[in-house]
């Protein structure tokens, strides 16, 4: 048993060590599970989504805005008192439409008004790198990298904390210059198509490049000197100045998700124009300008929602940055899941091999209830996410395992207990039978015939529809096993009456007909002395014994049981006892013929006999005659 826990344990252990596709899949759904289970903290309240939606749109002219009313809109939130300004959209090529939107092309006119927007407001523009080969080069892009100390351990010098990107999708020059800050804009889905992480650093052209929620983080609070320590493949830590951001091995921010869409204030474009907003809207306030209009808007879906709009993204990781609230694995995360999986997989296996597979199932329920509650109350209470997946995988795999190898041993047991069993009911009744031929060699070999031609008998019964049921193939191998011991009881008979060739005088047949009580009284008083009680065997001996000489129409002996009264053994071993007695046993009268045998039988059918057993063995009686004929040494052997 122990044996068998061990390799569900080490498998166990090495998906948590290796986390195969299949794992991690598993894995990021538990995540999202987990995350809708745990309260979800609210927002700092400093950063406010611009939203140009459809009715900014529907009131200002069709997306997108000449480059003029772009820069009405920055000005107007710096008016408005906003503490910083972030674009979640680029400008990737120059206005077409002119400075006053007439339809004339301008070349660099409204380009540069905005620009000198832009210098004057510092406001933080965002742009999109790319990591396909053959993207488009980055090379005319005016981007800002930051200068970021990486730290490595010693034996991870070659592997790479961050993705590279190929290229990028950038503001065009004129505006890339005037922006004294920027930062990209990716957050890419995992392969199950749930945004669950998002970057903070990625490389391009040998330079590090720091995200948009990263610039206006350090763009807010004067951050600076940031440097990235790498601890292991899978975490790492990046300082700005004194904030400690926990990442995993590619500098990927877990988001700490505030709730489903729209969790964060959103004021339309169209209204921060007008001047309609509110004075305390935006007043101190992160402002980032993004749309969410049909047709222009970026959606993703998250743990908590699937019409996550890409701008509320940026927000929710400046949240997390402002609040210093970051969901993250631990940094020996891999080795935790490695143990709690041992330990979990273990106690179930131990539990399962010494107290049974119900204690198993208990204490499997439990743990698993528990890796789910800590794991819950570590998410919302600490923001750290052990994952409940590698024990929970251990522990089922670990319980089906040990259960059927439990399953398994418990049947050979069984097996054996009833191989043992078998062979001590043969070993009493071949005890039994001896104790009868020591008096009478005869009737020894009356019984043993007995065991062939009662297996016959039954089994022809068996066929029948009210007998179908009880005569089962084990029930048919025990009454054939037990029908040696009808006459037990004649060991009890005085051996002047025993042996007594014939007719026995009233008296002397009268002691004789007590033999079947004294049959049953020897059961009875070896289920007393041994303490069985309601033993089926012992109870199929005793029917055997005791109403063997009943008679169907009620004049037998000992009870004058009638009819259905009768146990279906005692009638079955009726036909029998009276075929060998009358066909094979010379010592009270002498020995008829076969069909003189079988026409007595018949005749007493429905007065002796059952007339269904009647007929069953007349289906059989051949064959009854051809053991009855066989050498002595064919007929003492027991049926395979």
Known sequence: MLLSGIVPVLF???????????????????????????????????????????????????????????????????????????????????DRRGGAGDGEVSDSAPDRALADVLRASGVVLGYGLTFDPGGPNARRCILHPIPVAVVQPPDAQDAEPFFHATGAVCNIPVLGAAASRSGFLNAAPDTDGILRRAPLLAGLGGRIYPSLAHTVYAATTGARDPALRVSTVNAAT????????????????????????????????????????????????????????????????????????????????????????????????????????????????????????????????????????????LLGSQRVFVSPLP??????????????????????????????KTAAQRLMVQ??????????????????????????????????????????????????????????????????????????????????RRHPELGREVIIRAESRVGVRDDVTLQMAKDIVYTHHERWDGTGYPRGLRGTDIPVEGRIMAVVDVYDAAHARSLYHPCLPHEETVKLITQGRETHFDPDVVDAFLTVSKAFEDISSSPLERAAAPPA
């Open 431 to 512: 005890a039994l039978l001896s104790l009868t031929e020591v008096r009478d060699a005869e009737t020894g070999r009356h019984s043993l015939r007995t065991q062939q031609y009662t297996r016959l008998l039954a089994d022809a019964l068996s066929t029948h529809p009210r007998f179908r049921d009880y005569l089962t193939g084990d029930r048919i191998d025990l009454l054939s096993r037990l029908a040696p011991l009808h006459d037990i009881g004649k060991v009890g008979i005085p051996d002047a009456i025993l042996n007594k060739p014939g007719r026995l005088t009233p008296e002397e047949a009268a002691e004789m």
């Open 12 to 94: 166990a252990a090495i998906l948590a060590t290796y986390r195969p596709p299949f794992f991690e899949r598993l894995d990021d759904v538990t995540y999202d599970v987990i995350v809708r289970s745990s309260a979800t903290r609210p927002t700092a309240g400093r950063v406010v989504i611009v939203d140009i939606d459809e009715r900014s749109l529907s009131e200002v002219g069709q997306w997108p805005w000449r480059r003029d009313v772009m820069g009405r809109l920055i000005t107007a939130l710096g008016t408005a008192g906003a503490s910083a300004i972030a674009i979640d959209v680029m400008f990737a090529e120059p």
């Open 391 to 420: 024990p929970l995988v251990g522990v089922a795999i670990t319980l089906a395992v040990t259960t059927l190898a439990r399953f398994t041993v418990e049947r050979s047991r069984a097996a054996r207990a009833s191989f043992e």
């Open 238 to 377: 990046l300082t700005v100045g004194d904030l400690a951001v926990p990442l995993d091995g590619k500098s990927n921010l877990l988001l700490a998700f505030r709730g489903k869409k729209r969790t964060f204030p959103y004021v339309a474009a169209v209204d921060v124009l007008n001047g309609t907003a509110g004075s305390d809207a935006l007043r101190g306030k992160i402002v980032l300008v993004g749309t969410t209009a049909l047709g222009t808007r970026e959606v993703v879906a998250t743990p908590l929602d699937t019409q996550f709009v890409g701008v509320e993204v940026q927000a929710t990781a400046i949240d997390n940055l402002l609040q210093r609230d970051f969901v993250h694995r631990p940094a020996l995360g891999s080795a935790l899941d490695v143990l709690i999986a041992v330990f979990a997989a273990g106690a179930v296996a131990l539990l399962v091999a010494y107290s049974g597979v119900t204690a198993g199932l208990l204490a499997a329920g439990g743990l698993i209830l528990v890796s789910c509650w800590g794991s819950t109350w």
